[in-house]
C-alpha cells in the first residue's frame, strides 16, 4: 500500500488483525468489518476523513493509513475512548489523526468538508448527527453508517433516502470465525453488522 | 489507491460492483466477498499472483489493480471462463493479466514464484493443488481458498494444518444485500463462503 | 402427534418437507422457518389460527394439523393463493381450513377471536393489520409477525411496543441449505426472516 | 401438545424458553436450535429416544415432553451435566428420562432399539458413536447430529453417506437474537449450528 509516498510494514496494510490494536472496555469494530467498511470508503491519499463515534479508533487509524497527508478527526465521546484513539494513533505511527472528545454533532463544529465520514455511533442523535454529516461532506464523497440496531438501520434508511441527491445501498454482513480448540474447528459468531453507504452528490 | 505510481479511477480502487464485470454464465466472487479475500492477500506493487479457478477474473482484476508492475496468472478450465478473463481484463485496462487454459494443477507448470495465489477452484484436485501451491509459495506469501463446500473448507483445513510450518486462519462471511423494491427494503441472502489464509513460513 | 384424538402419518407432524406442497408462483414460507414459527405459536387442539397472507398455505395446512378440531382462516389476497391454500388443504386432508379471498384488514371483518394470529404478508397496511389483530387476539394469545423487509421489522416492533400490555420478543433466522453435488456438499442461503412475537396480556 | 393422554401447561410446550432450565457451565442447545432439531426427530408418544451428549438435559427434556409413555436416554460424561439432567427432569416433571453417566459409545451398552438418537457430543469418538447408533437405531428411525465444529460436520456427512441405505440431509441454522437495550434493539448472534439428520432405512 502506498502512503503519502511511502510503503508501509505488512502488518499495517488494510485488515489489521484485533489484537494489534490497544484496548479498552469499548467495543471495536471488528476486522473484517473494518476491511468491508474501508472498501466502501473509497479513500485516497489527502482526503479528509471524519469518524464519529470511532470508538477504539480501530478505523481511525486504517483510515489514516489510507488517506497518507490527509487528516483524520476521530470523535469519541467516551473519555477511555479518547484516551485510545490517541494511544492507538501513536501505536500505528500516524500523526495525522486529531481526536475531538465530545458529542456529535455539537463536536463536529468546526471541522472542515470530508470526503467520507464514518458514522459508528450516534449516542441517540442519529438524525441530527446525519444531518451534519450531509452539511460535512464533499461532493462525491461517501457518508458510511455501521448499525447494530433495528433503530439505527431503519432510520438510516429512512433519512438518507428522503434526500433524493444521494445514492443509498446497504448490505449486512455476518462474519463466523473458526477457532482451533485441539484438533477441531469450532464456528464462532460475530454479531452481524448493517453498513449503509450514501454517496453524495458530484458537483455541477 | 497508489497503482505503480500511478492513480487510477474511484471506480476501480478495492471493492468494484459486480455489474462492472463482464459476466458469462460462470459464477462470480461477489463484490464484498472479493474486498475480504483481497484484504487477506496483502498485495503490493510489484507482486506476483496466481489466481486457481479464476472465473470471470473478477479477482484477478483486483488483484492485478492492487499488484501494478507486477504479473497476475489468471489459470480456469472453462473456455468461457478463459475468455471473460480476457475480456474483463481488458476492460479495466490491466495488460498484467495472463491467463491460462487448463487444469491445475497441470496448467501450473513453469509458472514463477508467488506472492499470492488464490485457489477459487480445484476441479476434484484440492490435494494436488495445495501441494503445488506450497511450492509455488513464496517465503511469507500467502495462500488464499474459498471455499463454497463443505469438503474443501474440511479438506483444505486438514491439509494446510498438516504443514506445521504454514500458519492457518479462518472464517465465513455472509452477506445479505438489501435490496429496494417500491418504498421497503427487502433482504437476500448471498451463499455464505469461507475464506481460509495459509501463510507460508518467511525465508530464514 | 396428537390431532383431535387421532394420529396423523409421519409425514405430516410438524416441519412437513417443501415440497410436500403443491407451489405456485407465490413465495412460500421454507419448512424451517415454519417449525420456528409454529414453536412461538403455541397451537393446541381447539384452537382458533388466523393466518395473514397466507400464501401456498404451507403454514395454515400445518397449523391446521396442530389445531385439530379447531378452525384456521387462511386470509389471501392472490387469486393464485387462495387456489393453492384450498389444494393444499385437500391434499394434507385438513377440512378445518377457511381460505378467505381479499385484502387484510377489511377481509378479517366477522372472523372470531383467535388464540394465534400469523402475520406473514401486509400489502402495505402494516399498520391497520397490527392494530386489527390486537381487537381479534384472545387474551394470553400470540401475534407472530414475519418479516422478509427492514420496514415490516422496524414499523412491527415499534408499534407493539407501544401496546405495553403486549409482551414482545423477536430474532432472525439464517438458514443455509446444504446440497448435495456431485461427492460434495454445497451451501446454499436461504434469505434471512426475522420472526416477531407478541403475547396478549392474559386475562384478567 | 398432548403428552401421554395428558396436557401440560402452556410453558412446556415445544421451544422452552432457555432461562426455563436450571443451567450450569455447561453449554445448552439453544430454544430455536432444540425446535429445529425436534422437528427433525419426529418423535410420538410412546417412542424411545437416545441423546448422546445430553449436556444440560434440555433437549431430553422437550423430547420426554413428547415422548410421553416412551423412555429418554440421556447420556453424559460430564458429573455436572449428568446432575443438570436429573435436576431439570424433576423440575419439569418427566420421570421417563433416564440419565447414564459416562462416554459414548461404552455407555450405550445394554441400551434398547430407539425411534430417535441425538448426537450432540462426541468427545473425539464421533466415528464409534455413529456406528453405535446405527446398531441401536430401529427401521425408519432417525439418528439427529447437531454439529459445531468443521470435523464433526463434515464427518457426519461422510461416515453416513457411506452407509448408502441411509437417507441423509442437512442444513445450517444461523439465529440472531434481538435485545431490548433502552428504546433499541441490538442485534446478537448465536453461534451458528449445522443440524444433520440420517433417516434409517424402513423395515423391508
Known amino acids: 500500500m502506498c ?3 511511502e510503503s508501509v510494514s ?17 467495543p471495536m469494530t471488528k476486522q473484517e468489518i473494518r476491511v468491508l467498511v474501508l472498501s466502501q470508503a473509497k479513500i485516497k491519499s489527502g482526503h479528509t476523513v471524519i469518524d464519529i463515534g470511532a470508538g477504539t479508533g480501530s478505523l481511525s487509524v486504517e483510515a489514516a493509513l489510507q488517506s497518507g497527508t490527509g487528516k483524520v478527526y476521530a470523535v469519541e465521546r467516551e473519555p477511555e475512548g479518547f484516551e485510545l484513539i490517541k494511544r492507538n494513533a501513536a501505536k500505528f505511527g500516524v500523526a495525522t489523526i486529531q481526536p475531538i472528545l ?3 454533532p455539537a463536536a463536529l463544529a468546526g471541522l472542515p468538508q470530508a470526503d467520507t465520514i464514518f458514522v459508528g455511533g450516534s449516542g441517540g442523535h442519529l438524525q441530527e448527527i446525519l ?30 433516502e428522503a434526500q433524493s441527491a444521494f445514492q443509498t445501498e446497504a448490505f449486512c454482513a455476518q462474519i463466523t470465525r473458526i477457532n482451533k480448540l485441539a484438533s477441531c474447528h469450532m464456528l464462532q459468531a460475530l454479531n452481524p453488522i448493517y453498513i449503509i453507504t450514501a454517496i453524495a452528490p458530484a458537483a455541477e
Chains 1, 2, 3, 4 share one sequence.
Do not use: C
Open 131 to 160: 444531518a451534519a454529516a450531509r452539511q460535512l461532506i464533499k461532493p462525491g464523497g461517501r457518508i458510511i453508517v455501521t448499525a447494530v440496531t433495528i433503530e439505527t438501520l431503519h432510520n438510516t434508511l429512512a433519512d438518507m
Open 3 to 5: 502512503i503519502g509516498g
Open 102 to 104: 465530545g458529542d456529535a
Open 10 to 26: 505488512d502488518d499495517y496494510s488494510v485488515g489489521i488483525p484485533d489484537d494489534h490494536f490497544i484496548r479498552g472496555h469499548i
